[in-house]
Nanobody, 124 residues
Framework: VQLQASGGGLVQPGGSLRLSCEASGSTGRIFSSTIVAWFRQAPGKEREFVAAIRWGSGNRYYEDSVRGRFTISKNSAENTVYLEMNSLKPDDAAVYYC???????????????WGQGTLVTVSS
């Protein structure tokens, strides 16, 4: 399974971006009962959990600092997971990665498949 993250860019504080994570390859095997998550990593910091969605049930999970500002969603027909980011802050700036795995968790080692990352810059 390959994950392709896209949608990053430069946005001013308070602005919005939508990230996409598209899966290709053996998607039927991976996405049938899978968690798809977004992580982010800022320079000099560890990779941190942002949000996740359980593919089958649609249950969503958020890190506290993004809850209410970010929304994770999925499009089953397109094998794509989205991260809608609103009210962006400078602290949200990072490389954002999507990941997939069989179990929910907030640490990177839980996830077996990773996309390449997309850069989000929040600056005026």
């Amino acid at each position: 399974v390959q994950l392709q993250a896209s949608g990053g860019g430069l946005v001013q504080p308070g602005g919005s971006l939508r990230l996409s994570c598209e899966a290709s390859g053996s998607t039927g095997r991976i996405f049938s009962s899978t968690i798809v998550a977004w992580f982010r990593q800022a320079p000099g910091k560890e990779r941190e959990f942002v949000a996740a969605i359980r593919w089958g049930s649609g249950n969503r999970y958020y890190e506290d600092s993004v809850r209410g500002r970010f929304t994770i969603s999925k499009n089953s027909a397109e094998n794509t997971v989205y991260l809608e980011m609103n009210s962006l802050k400078p602290d949200d700036a990072a490389v954002y990665y999507c990941a997939a795995g069989a179990h929910y968790g907030t640490t990177p080692n839980v996830y077996s498949y990773w996309g390449q990352g997309t850069l989000v810059t929040v600056s005026s």
